[in-house]
């Protein structure tokens, strides 16, 4: 069954620090992995996407890298803001069908205090 | 436009209604997709359709009816409805069947079953 597990369940930052968020999963066949942020009662938003051959991809602040042979992936976030303050969900895809499935994580609420 | 609309933002039906939820994007893309959320959870995948046919149902109840009556407009028929499928309704498309290809989310329709 197709998994992705994220790490830590929630996080508390204060403003200006980083921190690192962690994704692993057990998709298959992998076709590309994607950070969201998801703000309380809205859609996601994408940060990044990756697909096999890459290993890392940054937007702003956010840098996400992937290791395809360990099944891992991790969002890093440079001095955080407070509107940081967000769900951050790990998607990765399978192709089936003709679409590529996403299996979402079960994301990572972070706060950041001033 | 560069966006995914969703209308209504809010419904609240009884388990008697019928009622429709709409999904509108004018991106060219030729994948949409109908995901649920609930409350502290990630979005569960529904429907796919690719190229205004329908790709994927993920087992979802007949209560729930997709309909793509063109390429930038997807529609969610409800009815009959329990209480248990009250919950936030995303909607997404992306440009087609790439590897790399991103998925937009809209802000989603919070549906409430009474």
């Known amino acids: 069954k197709n998994q992705v597990e994220q790490s830590p369940q929630s996080l508390i930052i204060l403003e200006g620090k980083n921190c690192t968020l962690q994704?692993?999963?057990?998709?298959?066949?992998?076709?590309?992995l994607r950070w969201y942020k998801q703000d309380t009662g809205r859609g996601p938003v994408s940060l990044t996407i990756m697909t096999f051959s890459e290993n890392t991809k940054s937007n702003g602040r956010y840098t996400a890298t992937l290791d395809a042979d360990t099944k891992q992936s991790s969002l890093h976030i440079t001095a955080s803001q407070l509107s940081d303050s967000a769900s951050y969900i790990c998607?990765?895809?399978?192709?089936?069908?003709?679409?590529?499935?996403?299996?979402f994580g079960r994301g990572t609420s972070l706060i950041v205090h001033p | 436009d560069t966006e995914v609309t969703q209308t209504p933002k809010h419904l609240v039906m009884g388990m008697t209604n019928k009622k429709s939820l709409k999904c509108e994007q004018h991106?060219?893309?030729?994948?949409m997709y109908w995901y649920k959320q609930k409350a502290k959870k990630p979005p569960e995948l529904m429907f796919v359709y690719s190229y205004e046919k329908l790709s994927i149902n993920e087992s979802v109840p007949s209560r729930f009816s997709p309909e793509c009556p063109n390429s930038s407009l997807l529609n969610l028929h409800l009815h009959a409805l329990q209480p248990e499928d009250s919950a936030l309704y995303l909607c997404?498309?992306?440009?087609?069947?790439?590897?790399?290809?991103?998925?937009?989310f809209g802000p989603g329709t919070r549906l409430t079953v009474t």
């Open positions: 997404a498309s992306s440009p087609g069947s790439g590897i790399s290809y991103e998925q937009y």
């Open positions: 998607v990765v895809s399978a192709w089936r069908g003709g679409s590529y499935i996403p299996t």
């Open positions: 991106m060219g893309h030729r994948a």
């Open positions: 994704c692993n999963y057990t998709v298959s066949p992998f076709s590309n």
